[in-house]
């Protein structure tokens, strides 16, 4: 097998969705007309999205013992990811995020990260061989800041860039994470809660970016949703919009961003920033034009040619 390029340390989540006419009270049992199962977690989600644009990728996770982290792993092989790195705990169960969604699109969830918060540094350290090799770590905020912060500096150590989603928002962030971030990406309510600069318009993105630049990362993403993305350096900040589109589910739209800058950070890395920037707005802009996370993310064959050029 190929070495990877792309290493994303980071989470696995089973979402257990359950479609309900309205959503139930304390102590209230109610009957649901459809239930399903999909693959999330932010990690595994950003490794899957670079996975279908055709890298090479390795995802370092713990899974619990138990059939959802058996599926779990067979959904990673299923996709072509290099699972020597995923661990199976019997300390604690799976994540799972069980989601009731009612008629009108309201939903209530609850996360129970498990499996994904028993990895520690010594976990991601036996990793090495596998991040010594690749092109790109990706990390996310979904696992302990402990074993993120063991991930990016072994990227540091091998100069293997490194990208790290801080989501979701967390205002303790260990300022080792920024100052190990060669590229700090976040979307406007992320940028919020890191800086405490109100962010709602491409102006206030710049801001925020500015202060969390001030903090030592390389560079800064602000994601905007249908608004596109904005980069900014010590140099100044450049906005891409996105197209203009009908969003069918934005669930997992992040991802689809993060996972898509992985690839072209890796497979096309004398393209401008401005330009992977575009490209990855695009492939991400896609996915919310179909349903679900993991089954929204298009496949390289999907996709327009100069894409890959
Ligand atoms: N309504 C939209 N129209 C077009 N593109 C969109 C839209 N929403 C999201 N996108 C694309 O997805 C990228 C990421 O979106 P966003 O900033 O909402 O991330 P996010 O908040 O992490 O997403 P989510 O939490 O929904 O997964 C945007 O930069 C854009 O390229
Ligand atoms: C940003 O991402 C978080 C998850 O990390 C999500 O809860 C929040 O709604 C997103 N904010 C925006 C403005 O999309």
Request: charged share 15%; proline share 3%.
């Amino acid at each position: 097998m190929s070495a990877a390029k792309i290493v994303v340390v980071g989470s696995c989540m089973t979402d257990l969705i359950s479609y309900t006419s309205r959503l139930p009270k304390p102590g209230e049992t109610i009957h649901g007309h459809r239930f399903s199962v999909g693959f999330g977690g932010k990690g595994a989600n950003q490794c899957i999205a670079a996975t279908r644009l055709g890298a090479t990728t390795a995802m370092v996770a713990m899974v619990g013992d138990d059939s959802f982290g058996t599926n779990y792993l067979q959904n990673f092989r299923d996709n072509g990811v290099i699972i020597s790195h995923v661990g199976v705990t019997s300390e604690a169960a799976t994540g799972v995020a069980p989601i009731a969604v009612d008629d009108a699109g309201e939903n209530c969830i609850i996360i129970v990260a498990g499996a994904n918060l028993k990895m520690t540094a010594a976990n991601v350290e036996k990793a090495e061989p596998l991040i010594k090799e690749s092109c790109v770590v990706v990390c996310q905020g979904e696992i302990t800041m402990e074993a993120t912060l063991a991930a990016l500096t072994m990227a540091r150590k091998y100069n293997v860039k490194t990208l790290m989603n801080a989501a979701p928002a967390d205002s303790s962030l260990d300022p080792a994470i920024l100052k190990n971030s060669d590229i700090f990406c976040v979307n406007e309510s992320e940028a919020e809660a890191l800086t405490e600069v109100r962010v709602q318009t491409v102006m206030d993105a710049q801001r925020a970016a500015e202060v969390l630049l001030t903090r030592g990362c390389g560079s800064v993403i602000v994601t905007l949703g249908g608004e596109g993305a904005l980069y900014s350096t010590g140099d100044g900040h450049i906005h891409v919009p996105a197209e203009k589109v009908t969003p069918v589910d934005t669930t997992g739209a992040g991802d689809a961003f993060v996972g898509t800058l992985a690839y072209y950070l890796a497979y096309h890395p004398h393209l401008s920033m401005e330009d992977m920037l575009q490209r990855s707005c695009k492939v991400a802009t896609i996915s919310v034009q179909a349903a679900g996370t993991q089954t929204s993310f298009p496949t390289r064959n999907k996709l327009d040619n100069y894409l890959f050029v």
